[in-house]
C-alpha cells in the first residue's frame, strides 16, 4: 500500500447509456467520457478502482470482468439481479484479493441523517411503527417525454422493486430496525409507454409496489413506492417513525418531531362538518446539521479509505447482497402470497 491518502487512485467509470434519437459526436463522447473501450480501460493498470453504474442488467457481466482483472470494484444498486449472482461475485472478489462495495447514498441524506439521530438517542422511545413512502408521476411519453429511462420498464430491467427497495432496506434497517419478514403486493399502473426513439412499448415490469414489514422486537412498518403517483406529502421521499415517546418524519432535507407533550389528544371526528384543525401545528422541525456534506461524496471516501488503509466498510457486496434478497423476499412474497422471511445478514456472506 502507498499511502493512506486516496488522492493517488484513478477510476475507471462505466455509466448507463439512455438511447437516443441520434448517437453523441465522437468529439463530445471522447471528452465526456475518454473511452468506449471498457476492456482496454480495465486493461490499464493504471486504473485501480472500477465502477458501475450502468444499467441494471449488464451489472453483473461488467463487474465479473473488472474483477478478474484485478481491480477494486464499486458499485450502484443492485448489485444482481439475483442473490446467487451477488454471492458469486462476492467469493470471486475475496479469491482474487479485491476490495469491494455498493452505494448506500440515501442514509447520508440530511433529512434522514437527522431522523436517524433520534432514533439512535432513544428520543422517539420504543419504535411502535413507520411508513416509507417514494415516488412521483412519471409521464408514459404521449403528453410529456418520460423522466426515466425506457430500460426501468422493460423484461430484465428490474422494476420498481428491484429499482429502489435495495435502498430502502438499508435504510430502514440504519434508522429503525432489522427486517425479518415480509408481504408485498406490486402491479403495472402504466401499461404502455412511449420510449426515447418516439416508439411504444409495452410495460414488462411492476412501477408501483407496496409491502407490509415486519421488524425484529415486533414493530411493524410499510413501504408504498410508485412511479405513477402525484405528490402531496412533504417531499419526494418520507419517512415516518412512530414510538411511545414521540414521531418523527423525514424528507430528503428536513425532519419534523412531535413528541407526547405536543400530541392532540384527539377523542373522534366530525361527519357533519371539516373541524379546521391543523395537524401539523404539534410538529417542530429539527435543527440543521451542523455540516452537510454530498451522499455520495460520503460513500466515495469511504470506499477509498478502504482500498487504501483498509479501513472498516460496512456497504460491501454482502450488504449489497442483502439488498437483493430483500427484493427477492418480496417477489416470492407476491408469488407465493404469504409472508417470506427475510434470511439473517450472516446467510448472505
Partial sequence: MRSARVDWFRVCCSQAATPRASPPSRATTSSRIGTTDLDAALADPAYAIFFDAAATQGR???????????????????????????????????????????????????????????????????VVGFKLEFGWWAFDGSEQPCQRPSWNYRAGGGGIILDMYPHWRYVIETIVGRIVRVASSAWIATPERIDERGERYGVAVEDSAAT????????????????????????????????????????????????????????????MRDIGADYRSGWIETPPLAAYCNPYRVGWEAFLRHVAADAPLTCDFAAGIRDVAFADACHRSMRERTWIALPAAEQVR
Fill in 60 to 126: 453483473v457481466g461488467v463487474l465479473e470482468k473488472a474483477i478478474d482483472a484485478g481491480k477494486h470494484v464499486y458499485c450502484e444498486k443492485p448489485l444482481s439481479p439475483a442473490v446467487a449472482q451477488g454471492l458469486a461475485l462476492l467469493r470471486e472478489a475475496r479469491r482474487r484479493g479485491v476490495k469491494h462495495g455498493v452505494v448506500e447514498d440515501k442514509i447520508h441524506l440530511p433529512g434522514l441523517q437527522k431522523l436517524a439521530a433520534l432514533t439512535r438517542g432513544g428520543a422517539l422511545g420504543r
Fill in 212 to 271: 407490509l414489514l415486519e421488524l425484529e422486537g415486533g414493530a411493524f412498518g410499510t413501504i408504498v413506492s410508485s412511479w405513477a403517483t402525484r405528490v402531496r406529502r412533504d417531499d419526494l421521499l418520507t419517512l415516518q417513525v412512530d414510538g411511545s415517546k414521540g414521531s418523527a418524519v423525514a424528507g430528503l432535507h428536513r425532519c419534523h418531531v412531535q413528541s407526547t407533550a405536543h400530541t392532540p389528544a384527539v377523542a373522534h371526528f366530525s361527519v
